[in-house]
């Protein structure tokens, strides 16, 4: 007899990509962390076609996992959600649970048009995004210097301590040109900035990483090498906390957030703005 417990299943149903109904219904179940959960995103349910087979794969998970599915949904048209909320399963509905009152409160109607929040419905805005990750792309690692000028902030660190996807982050969500320089143990062994960041010293923000969690992280990239070593991940993360104390730079633990607590924190620290709404 199997007395596996399987896990809960959990559907993220929308007429669009279901990108925020997965970014709600994750950050509600994170605080259950005791319970497994299986995700399952069915996207862009735009016929009568999509939701009937939808409720149908929402019904066979409940019938193999032998629990009543969960089902987050950002359905803002109101043609399938009837079908939807026919299934057997504890249905969440965003929309309904925050745009009603907002309604009641603005006095008017929301416009019920999906794909506002993900779509190109400014171009500007979703050029300026564009930008700013082509930024990133072209700005990482040192590669090049000459559009440091135009950066807003460039992130320094020891290698695979999370600057480029930190840059690229901040690009794609808030529109901010960031670049990125490593601090090699050379550079940092002089316990003075390099001298082609000086120009650009009120830019610059400081990622630091345990020594342990770096050697984890560059063990997987090159496996039994120096690079990766703990005393050499030691070395240069004592070096490099010890320049960015002398030179007064600030800086933020990237051991064990995410990346989106990296970018808060950036943001905070520098008093830099969002440029995109999220």
């Known amino acids: 007899m199997n007395n596996v417990q399987k896990k809960r299943p959990v559907f993220f149903v929308s ?35 999509k939701a009937r087979r939808a409720v ?30 026919g299934c057997d399963a504890h249905i969440i509905d965003f929309f309904d649970t925050f745009i009603m009152p907002l309604e009641q409160e603005l006095g008017i109607e929301s416009t019920h048009t999906s794909g506002l929040s993900h779509g190109i419905s400014d171009e500007a805005v979703y050029m300026q995004r564009i930008e700013a990750v082509n930024y990133a ?64 010293r009120e830019k610059l923000f400081g990622l630091i990483i ?26 240069e993360i004592r070096e490099i906390k010890a320049l960015y104390d002398q030179e007064g730079i600030n800086y933020v633990d990237t051991s064990h957030v995410s990346v989106e607590e990296i970018a808060a924190s950036i943001l905070q620290m520098q008093k830099l703005k969002r440029k995109l709404l999220l």
């Open 137 to 200: 792309l072209h700005n990482d690692d040192g590669i090049s210097l000459k559009h440091f000028n135009s950066a807003e902030i460039i992130l320094i660190g020891a290698s695979r301590s999370g600057k480029t996807p930190t840059c690229l982050y901040l690009g794609l969500q808030h529109g901010i040109r960031a670049a990125n320089y490593p601090l090699t143990d050379i550079d940092a062994g002089y316990h003075k900035l390099p001298s082609v960041l000086e120009p650009y």
């Open 56 to 85: 149908r794969e929402i019904s066979e998970a409940g019938e193999m996992s032998g629990q009543r599915p969960i089902v987050f949904s950002t359905m803002v048209k109101d043609d399938y959600k009837p079908i939807i909320a």
């Open 15 to 49: 007429d669009r990509t279901g990108i925020t109904s997965e970014t709600l219904g994750h950050a509600l179940l994170t605080q259950f962390s005791s319970i497994e959960f299986e995700y399952i995103s069915v996207p862009f349910i735009t016929s009568e076609g």
């Open 210 to 235: 345990s020594p342990d969690r770096l050697r984890s992280i560059r063990e997987l990239r090159r496996p039994g090498s120096e690079y990766a070593s703990l005393a050499q991940c030691q070395k």
